[in-house]
């Protein structure tokens, strides 16, 4: 272990209580995520996160609040780094231009980077489905704090 890999994330809930979920394939490895990802050297947390939410969803946000910080220890799936993944609440500033699937893993495309995006309800939010062990426990803290009884 080396190095910290430094990565925010964005939480966008609808006025249907459902969260933005990234379905992503990389180089033959399939995983479900928040939009987001790695800050880049000299780049602030919320100018990064704006920037991956125009590289992802080609969208503008407005970020609301901080939602949580990784506060345990976790080691990258893809590197020998050390995550810290910072996650915000965040509402976009139009609505999104995106095309939004129904099923998991729904590529249209072939190549080794692919990306789609579905809107879950945060009420059958299934924490399980959702790849890395800290957007788990924001998957968890998601249900905890806006599903509807």
Request: hydrophobic share 40%; net charge negative.
């Amino acid at each position: 272990m080396s190095y910290f890999n430094v990565r925010v994330y964005g939480l966008i809930i609808n006025q249907n209580n459902e969260v933005l979920v990234s379905d992503e394939e990389e180089y033959g490895v399939r995983f479900s995520k928040f939009p987001g990802g790695g800050l880049e050297l000299g780049e602030g947390l919320l100018d990064g996160l704006k920037r991956e939410f125009m590289e992802e969803c080609n969208a503008e946000i407005d970020i609301i609040k901080h939602f949580y910080t990784t506060d345990f220890f976790e080691k990258s799936s893809f590197n020998d780094s050390q995550l810290i993944s910072i996650y915000y609440l965040v509402k976009e500033k139009a609505p999104l231009q995106l095309t939004f699937k129904t099923k998991i893993f729904d590529f249209d495309s072939e190549g080794e980077i692919l990306q789609a995006f579905r809107w879950v309800a945060i009420n059958d939010l299934v924490v399980e489905d959702i790849a890395f062990k800290t957007d788990q426990v924001v998957a968890q803290m998601l249900k905890d704090q806006f599903a509807k009884i």
